[in-house]
Nanobody, 128 residues
């Protein structure tokens, strides 16, 4: 199992930016894919973005494409989510997760059942 800790959340005005970090420990970080999910009050957890073990492949939900960028630094055991042009609809608790295995399709990366370790979440609030 891997332990994951998110940080970087906060309150920002619409149009602003935040960068989330996810620090991993307990398992070889570079050997597995990672993802970001979010959950707004009263809604189900939804896929935001994912990145392959090497960082060469990235996947995004349509709602964040062009505004968010996922990246990872395997030397630092850390994954990032750069969020620009934030909107009030982006308000949610953001979770990072490690995948059960390597996947090859977008559909595989979007399913939260394909991730077996989760962080505790970090709150992102975007004011209008």
């Amino acid at each position: 199992q891997v332990q994951l800790v998110e940080s970087g959340g906060g309150l920002v005005q619409a149009g602003g930016s935040l960068r989330l970090s996810c620090a991993a420990s307990g398992r070889t970080f570079s050997s597995y894919a990672m993802g970001w999910f979010r959950q707004a009050p009263g809604k189900e957890r939804e896929f935001v973005a994912a990145i392959s073990w090497s960082g060469s492949s990235t996947y995004y939900a349509d709602s964040v494409k062009g505004r968010f960028t996922i990246s990872r630094d395997n030397a630092k055991n850390t994954m990032y989510l750069q969020m620009n042009s934030l909107k009030p609809d982006d308000t949610a608790v953001y979770y990072c997760a490690s995948a059960r295995q390597q996947y090859t399709t977008y559909r595989d990366y979007t399913g939260n059942y394909n991730y077996n370790s989760w962080g505790q979440g970090t709150q992102v609030t975007v004011s209008s």
